[in-house]
């Protein structure tokens, strides 16, 4: 292992989240809120500050180029993201809002990992600047905090493309451009350039340029955390319900597509079969949803059905979170298509968390070319996506990666279930942690939160969040032997 150089990258991080703590602690400073509140925000900016002086003192008289191994690779995004998610924990305990430093990191483990399960009780009794913090580990952490150092510090060379394949979400990475670099700034322009088109839909449907940016940051990371205990739904606009549904599947989409459709590549955004398949599963899902709301009356008139069946449809496919009401109390048809789109997610390439549609896809062909082989078996079948054939090793991947998260899944029900909690509480808390969607049902319904669990049971969750958002592999590789003595 070449710990100087992991060390050198992880200053690099924590340079960027103490640059962001600052600009938020001067934000503080003109909201006129006390003291303690922007000293608590100055203080981890510090410290990070501190860290990457002293790796840059170390390392200064070294000209090793910072390329990575595999394994160096997925240690570094590991500890990023746990790095990143203890630091920006600081403020909430040193301000006092939230007393509780596991609590405070499974708040930010949360942010990071777009997951958007919250402890917090009252979540308007929180300073602006710390919410707007909170917003922000969300934004960081939707495209990724280890793609934003791949796009800055290009000098990471081949090791960059590395880093980004163990944080991105998907199965791989499209390189739309020959420097990994360059893609990974690519993505970036475009995430900031939705963030922003949302940001100003917002303040014309009538929201304040402060929850605009923070639903903003929200939405594009496929989030969830708002300004408002009662979520999206307090704003109480149908305008704004279609605006964040609209940018939610956005975000859900590979952002691959966005780069070709802004390219002017039109057709081959509506002809991919991973993006056809997703926006069919929301469409069929609110269509679904919308006509059983309807049956029950539970909103007046089908539109209104529509409007709320949409926006959830979108929230928990493309794992956001948000809430316009509480679903848990929907009709049970209903609830049982919002469990179902929890199993899938966003597609690859997105900011979305879950299984993925593109896996979704690779086993339903897997299974037929199975079967097709079985009544013919000496025919010879290949799998096909966008009419391109499928390598073996990403179908064992796909294969291998499904087990895992449905294992990592089965033992979360277990130890959920020790703390003594109901069966629809352990599951959906499971699903909503591991697919990083944020609300379930049960407990840990839209309307109530994860305050109630122990801390040891928080402490798992959080765990699983990071699993959920590195795409299992990368952490679990961690805690097997060969990865240590090879």
């Not at 070709?260 to 269509?287: C, M, N, P, Q, W």
């Not at 509480?326 to 879950?354: E, K, N």
């Amino acid at each position: 292992m070449h710990w100087k150089t992991l060390l050198r990258l992880l200053s690099i991080v924590t340079a960027i989240l103490s640059f962001c703590l600052f600009v938020i602690a001067g934000f503080s400073f003109f909201e006129h809120e006390p003291l303690s509140v922007t000293k608590s925000l100055l203080v981890p900016a510090l410290l990070g500050i501190i860290f990457f002086i002293i790796m840059w003192i170390l390392v200064r008289k070294e000209r090793q180029k910072m390329l990575l191994t595999n394994r160096e690779g997925f240690l570094f995004v590991s500890l990023s993201w746990l790095t990143a998610s203890l630091l920006s924990a600081i403020p909430f305990t040193l301000s006092g809002y939230i007393p509780s430093y596991v609590d405070a990191v499974f708040e930010t483990v949360s942010g990071f990992t777009t997951t958007g399960a919250s402890i917090l009780t009252n979540i308007e009794a929180l300073p602006r600047s710390l919410l707007l913090w909170r917003a922000t580990t969300h934004w960081l952490g939707g495209m990724g905090i280890v793609v934003l150092t791949v796009a800055i510090f290009p000098l990471l060379g081949f090791g960059g493309l590395r880093l980004m394949e163990a944080d991105a979400p998907g199965p791989s990475v499209d390189r739309i451009t020959p420097r990994i670099a360059s893609t990974a700034k690519i993505f970036w322009f475009i995430y900031l350039g939705l963030t922003v088109a949302e940001t100003l839909l917002l303040v014309f449907g009538g929201m304040t340029l402060y929850d605009a940016i923070c639903h903003s940051f929200a939405t594009l990371a496929t989030g969830g955390f708002s300004t408002k205990n009662l979520s999206v739904g307090y704003f109480n606009s149908a305008y704004i319900d279609v605006v964040i549904t609209v940018f939610m599947f956005l975000a859900g989409a590979n952002f691959t597509l966005h780069f070709r459709f802004l390219s002017g590549k039109i057709k081959t955004v509506l002809k991919d079969a991973e993006f056809r398949a997703y926006f069919l599963i929301f469409a069929i899902s609110s269509l679904i949803i919308a006509i059983d709301l309807s049956i029950h009356h539970v909103f007046p008139g089908f539109f209104n059905s529509l409007r709320f069946a949409g926006f959830q449809s979108s929230s928990i496919l493309t794992t956001t979170g948000f809430a316009t009401a509480d679903f848990s109390l929907w009709p049970y048809a209903s609830q049982i298509v919002l469990l179902f789109l929890m199993f899938i997610g966003g597609c690859a390439g997105s900011t979305g968390g879950g299984i993925k549609v593109i896996r979704i896809i690779i086993l339903a062909k897997m299974a037929f070319t199975e079967m097709r082989y079985l009544t013919n078996p000496k025919g010879v079948y290949s799998i096909f996506v966008n009419n391109k054939p499928i390598r073996k090793n990403v179908v064992y991947d796909t294969a291998a990666f499904v087990f895992l998260y449905l294992v990592i899944m089965i033992i979360s029900f277990v130890v959920v279930g020790i703390g003594g909690y109901d069966i629809t509480t352990s599951i959906t808390a499971t699903l909503a942690t591991l697919g990083n969607i944020g609300p379930g049902f049960g407990l840990v319904g839209p309307a109530l939160n994860y305050a109630f669990f122990p801390d040891w049971i928080k402490l798992w969750l959080a765990f699983i969040m990071l699993v959920g958002r590195l795409e299992v592999y990368t952490v679990l590789i961690l805690f097997t032997r060969r990865f240590w003595h090879s």
